[in-house]
């Protein structure tokens, strides 16, 4: 059975940094993509950044492209979301979620079938 445990949210002011981590068990699958969703209240979930397990190729949304930062442990088989220049728009539940892949497209467009249970981002301004 696969588990995707997040950690690392919490409460922070805006211009402050927090590091989420994601880590899989039970996750046979050697070619996959994991990374963040997010979801604020009366919002629509977002992807937030991707990472592929072969080669570490990376998706980012616009909206956080140069303020965050995925990267991975490929033998924890574990994500990690490492958030700088925080904004109170970057407030929402994050939310990790993986799929199996032989190709390297990450994009959030494609569905992922292992989701966590989510971890959650407050920032004041």
Known sequence: QVQLVESGG????AGGSLRLSCAASGYTYSRYCMGWFRQAPGKEREGVAFIYSIGGNTYYADSVKGRFT???DV???TVYLQMNSLKPEDTA???CAARATYWGSCEPVYEYNHWGQGTQVTVSS
């Open 10 to 13: 919490g409460s922070v002011q």
């Open 70 to 72: 995925i990267s991975q």
């Open 93 to 95: 539940m994050y939310y």
């Open 75 to 77: 033998s924890k088989r």
